[in-house]
């Protein structure tokens, strides 16, 4: 394989700008919003104001194993979700005024043949491994679970919530093997490993190619969460990534001897950027393949994904060899929710399509407190009080303030007829000066994608037109001077005028109003980007502006409290939906015959050693004598037990339980536990204390 790669075209002023294409199991929420689509709407929006050549392309992903989960859920056949979520999703982008160039979806033609010619051209350039390898099987349900459909705990951070292909707590990538105690999500029962064939693409073999690429070409340029994530994973050692999967639902693997099987969701997913890409530029007369193998190309992600954008994509991409690689992956850290994690199963979540109802016409007032507090280096909280003072106290107090006075006035004084000016003073040439550096300012905040940075650059603009005014007074200056009121005014309008131009990455609809209010459509040429720059004048003398309408209003209390009540009943449903769980018992498991019994060896055995295991909440390291030898087990109960509070205790060993490696320990055997009416774990103990090591437990 060739270690050469593709990371320098020719044409640097067109960008392929990828946001993560969001699973259509659920709708949009804020988490995902402050995470993805905002900052690269921004940059997008910002680079089209450059005057760059942008494809801003996302879509649906409707192959994850989510999807089927969420059917059996429902009752309802996947198609039907994925129509459902397509449609709730796609309207919301668009009533939020995310401007992709195009937003298709994975279910659509164009993906399944891209993906599929994709997957054959690497199968047929020898890529791909063939191995036979042992996958967790569902007996009850009589098929292989897929990554999503096993769930246990992280052998890494001890997270009992993890799913068989990544832990949502600490992110770490993981193979469903890898969990402890793992249990099916479609029965509850304990899987077994059964073998099955499959396709891996060989992550071993890219070692030197991603750390040439990465760690070498980017150390520098890329986020600290995202670099040291990847040197993370690469440093410990990269292993073959299964490509295909045992499912029903999702685009068959176009090879022989691939019967009921599928692409793996994170082989066929990030193809979509692609066939997208394809869809948009047949629509448009455009040839797709310059934006992917002549353009600087930029995903939008999660840091959940940085894994699958920083190293598996970039391997594909790598071992197809036609496709240009991206020049940077700027991950968000997460968004919590008044102090929690946000959570769709919990409904712990604000979610745009009901935002967009209950606050309608404030779509910039959520993308401004989404940017305003962005979690870019660190996981950040959104509160419904934050949310109400930065509209109040920034974009009514400051911005809006501004904007009001200036237009009110000009119509007060001229009629709305911007005035000439006369000689300009000292404070009129350096608060003129001061709006010609902020697009530079913007420029850099933006291109390093620092856009919490870059929207409180944008509000010091605002700022700095309040300040003029308020140190001017045009109001009480009138009364003595008409003729310097008009400079005041006219200088106060070149202000209003830059902000509506560079307001537009980051309050779209805001910007819309305000060019409407200053009359921009009736000037021969508009005021742009670099207009703000390299014209001593952006609305010339003579021109007429709007009469003036309200940019922001305020929000009252009784709407933040309606917000705050309707999560605490969320909050309270959810904590009776767990106390109802833990009440109930749980069901008979299936009948075994005395046959199966007899084969469970369980005797006495006594705790003589102890040891917390290290960055692992849940595990302790006993050594157990059992009778008939001393061993090693690890126990998950470290939450109800101290370690040295158990050193002496006699306990029930299964003692023929296979040997399994539990973070680098192996366990030869188990310690039989139950739980008490307050969901406390306890031992199962023998019937008294000072029973003989070793005796059978019958």
């Not at 089927?68 to 449609?87: F, L, N, R, S």
């Not at 098929?143 to 890494?156: H, I, K, M, N, S």
Request: proline share 5%; glycine share 6%.
């Amino acid at each position: 394989m060739s270690q050469k790669y593709n990371d320098t075209p020719q044409n640097k002023n067109r960008f392929t700008i990828t946001a993560a294409l969001p699973y259509t199991n659920g709708p949009i929420h804020i988490g995902h919003l402050a995470g993805v689509y905002v900052p690269a709407d921004i940059y997008a929006r910002y680079l089209r104001l450059k005057g760059k050549d942008v494809a801003f392309i996302c879509g649906s992903d409707e192959h994850g194993v989510a999807i089927p989960m969420k059917a059996k859920k429902e009752g309802v056949t996947p198609q039907e979700i994925i129509d459902k979520y397509h449609g709730i999703i796609k309207k919301s982008f668009q009533d939020f005024g995310i401007s992709f160039d195009n937003y298709s979806r994975t279910s659509a033609e164009i993906h399944h043949k891209t993906a599929s010619d994709f997957f054959k051209k690497l199968y047929e350039d020898g890529n791909f491994i063939e191995e036979v390898t042992e996958q967790l099987y569902d007996d009850e349900a009589q098929q292989f679970l897929a990554d999503r459909f096993v769930t246990g705990t992280c052998p890494r951070c001890s997270f009992e919530g993890a799913y068989g292909d990544q832990c949502e707590n600490c992110g770490s990538s993981l193979n469903a093997t890898d969990l402890i105690d793992p249990k099916s999500a479609i029965t509850g029962s304990i899987p077994a490993l059964k073998q099955t064939k499959h396709w891996f693409l060989p992550l071993d073999q890219y070692d030197t190619f991603l750390r040439e690429w990465i760690i070498k070409g980017h150390k520098n340029d890329w986020k600290p969460n995202v670099y040291g994530q990847v040197k993370s994973w690469i440093d410990e050692g990269l292993k073959p990534r299964a490509v295909t999967r045992d499912l029903d639902w999702g685009i068959p693997v176009p090879v022989e001897g691939a019967d009921g099987k599928v692409l793996y969701v994170w082989f066929d997913a990030p193809i979509g950027y692609i066939s997208s890409t394809k869809e948009w530029a047949e629509k448009e007369g455009k040839d797709w393949e310059a934006y992917w193998k002549d353009s600087r190309l930029i995903h939008f992600i999660g840091k959940d994904n940085i894994v699958f954008h920083c190293i598996i994509f970039p391997s594909m991409l790598q071992a197809h060899g036609d496709f240009i690689l991206p020049e940077n992956v700027p991950a968000n850290e997460f968004l919590n929710l008044e102090g929690q994690k946000l959570s769709t199963s919990k409904n712990w979540a604000v979610w745009l399509h009901e935002y967009l109802e209950e606050f309608p016409e404030k779509q910039d007032v959520l993308r401004y407190t989404l940017t305003a507090n962005a979690p870019e280096t660190k996981d950040n909280d959104f509160t419904w009080k934050d949310f109400q003072a930065r509209n109040n106290n920034e974009l009514v107090a400051i911005f809006g303030n501004f904007i009001n006075r200036v237009v009110v006035l000009s119509h007060k004084y001229y009629d709305g007829i911007i005035p000439e000016p006369e000689e300009l003073s000292t404070i009129d040439k350096q608060t003129l000066q001061e709006l010609k550096k902020y697009p530079e300012i913007l420029s850099t905040s933006i291109e390093k994608y620092r856009f919490r940075e870059a929207s409180q650059e944008l509000m010091n603009l605002a700022r700095l037109g309040n300040k003029y005014l308020a140190d001017e007074e045009p109001w009480k200056v009138i009364k003595e001077d008409e003729a310097r009121v008009k400079t005041i005014m006219y200088v106060a309008l070149q202000i209003a005028s830059g902000l509506a131009v560079l307001s537009e990455p980051f309050l779209p609809f805001t910007s819309e109003k305000l060019k409407g209010m200053l009359a921009f459509n009736t000037l021969s040429e508009a005021p742009q980007w670099n207009d703000v720059v390299e014209k001593e004048v952006l609305l010339p003398a003579g021109h007429r502006i709007e009469k003036a309408s309200l940019l922001f209003s305020k929000i009252e209390d009784a709407e933040i409290q309606k917000q705050l009540e309707k999560l605490e009943a969320t909050k309270k449903a959810n904590e009776a939906e767990t106390k109802t769980e833990k009440a109930m018992t749980e069901p008979q498991k299936d009948t075994i015959t005395f046959d199966d019994f007899t084969k469970l060896d369980i005797r006495v055995g006594t705790i003589l050693e102890a040891e917390k295991m290290p960055k692992a909440d849940k595990l302790i390291v006993l050594k157990v004598d059992t009778g008939i030898d001393v061993r090693t087990i690890v126990s998950g109960i470290a939450k109800s037990f101290n370690a040295e509070d158990i050193i002496g205790k006699q306990v029930s060993v299964l003692v023929n339980l296979a040997p399994r490696k539990l973070r680098g320990v192996e366990s030869e055997g188990m310690i039989l536990m139950t739980e008490n009416k307050d969901g406390k774990l306890v031992f199962i103990n023998p019937d008294e204390d000072g029973t003989q090591n070793g005796v059978t437990i019958n």
